[in-house]
């Protein structure tokens, strides 16, 4: 594993700040369900461990649909969803890499995720981000 660096990043308006620890190198998916697809979100996913939400908690509106093991975070003041907890792996935060602050990441590698596809019933086995 390459060694971490420190990326921080937030929302629009600056009530949400965060810091995540990965690579400079990163992996960043993209994801075609329609949350994504509409929101036009990039995924970069660290374990909770590696994240720390700098300010802006009492800024955070919810939204969960389908299975409801997602939880949508985004700003209440601007609405932007600059990270959130996905259903794919819900031991980890997704962060979007639209929102990281310029000069941490040096480089991406895009892994397209099929997430138009996935099961919504949690019925049988769905594709994990790593």
């Not at 992996?27 to 509409?38: A, F, K, L, Q």
């Not at 949508?72 to 794919?88: E, N, Q, T």
Request: charge should be positive.
């Amino acid at each position: 594993m390459s060694a971490l660096v420190t990326h921080r990043g937030g929302c629009h308006c600056g009530a949400v700040r965060f810091a995540c620890e990965a690579p400079a190198e990163i992996e960043v998916h993209e994801c075609n369900c329609s949350i994504c697809r509409m929101s036009g979100y990039r995924h970069l996913v660290v374990p909770k461990a590696r994240f720390t939400l700098l300010s802006g908690a009492e800024s955070l509106g919810r939204y969960r649909f389908g299975s409801g093991v997602a939880e949508h975070l985004f700003c209440a003041v601007c609405g932007v969803k600059s990270f959130y907890v996905p259903r794919s792996a819900p031991d980890c935060y997704s962060v979007n890499v639209l929102c990281l602050d310029p000069g941490s990441v040096t480089g991406e590698r895009v892994i397209a995720v099929d997430g138009a596809r996935w099961r919504i019933d949690d019925s049988g086995p769905v594709p994990r981000m790593p």
